[in-house]
């Protein structure tokens, strides 16, 4: 009885099982970047004190998956520290990627007055702190004024730095962000290993 193929070449055997375990690891590494989870690295002075340039990020994916499936479109809570798509690649910010804070939604109304923020909607018609809606560091002064409206499926995202020009974010140039420009919530930061902590 004559010898199959790959007995007769087992290095070519070999070769071909190298390739289709490369191609799965990277068929299977596309699959959790875009359904599961992705990792960013922070550059920049924006997001201080929460998070500092180096620091290594895994930003949950899932809860954007789990909303497609449902044909739904994802909205972060209030608070939440998000990475979104930068709207303005290209037009002089060159961060493919961003990492800013929710501060308001659709059809809140956000005013910044004396360094603060209140945002404004039907359950709060005198308004609130935002800020109250997470528990962390506390907010330094926030500089600028704003009285803006959110757009239809947008939202208002600000830094943590916001003294001076630390943070391009909705107050002073960034404008709202698209929902579909969300890449997900931050989940943990991993890096530096010392300082590791979930959000």
Request: charged share 20%; net charge negative; hydrophobic share 40%.
């Amino acid at each position: 009885m004559e010898a199959s193929f790959f007995t007769r070449h087992p290095f070519l055997k070999d070769v071909l099982g190298i390739i289709f375990f490369i191609i799965c690891v990277i068929i299977g590494t596309l699959f959790i970047n875009a359904f599961v989870f992705r990792s960013y690295n922070v550059f920049g002075p924006s997001m201080e004190p929460t998070l500092h340039t180096n620091d290594r990020l895994i930003v949950n994916r899932t809860v954007v998956t789990w909303a497609k499936i449902q044909n739904k479109q994802y909205v972060p809570d209030r608070g939440n520290v998000i990475v979104f798509h930068n709207p303005l690649l290209g037009s002089g910010l060159d961060d493919e990627y961003i990492v800013k804070r929710v501060i308001a939604f659709p059809g809140e109304r956000v005013v910044l007055k004396e360094g603060k923020y209140t945002v404004y909607n039907t359950d709060h018609p005198n308004g609130f702190n935002p800020d109250d809606a997470f528990h962390g560091e506390p907010k330094s002064f926030t500089s600028g004024t704003v009285d803006t409206i959110v757009p239809k499926d947008e939202i208002f995202v600000s830094g943590d730095n916001r003294e001076g020009s630390f943070s391009l974010d909705s107050r002073n140039g960034l404008g709202t962000i698209p929902l579909y420009d969300v890449v997900g919530p931050v989940g943990v930061r991993i890096y530096p290993f010392n300082l590791i902590r979930t959000f």
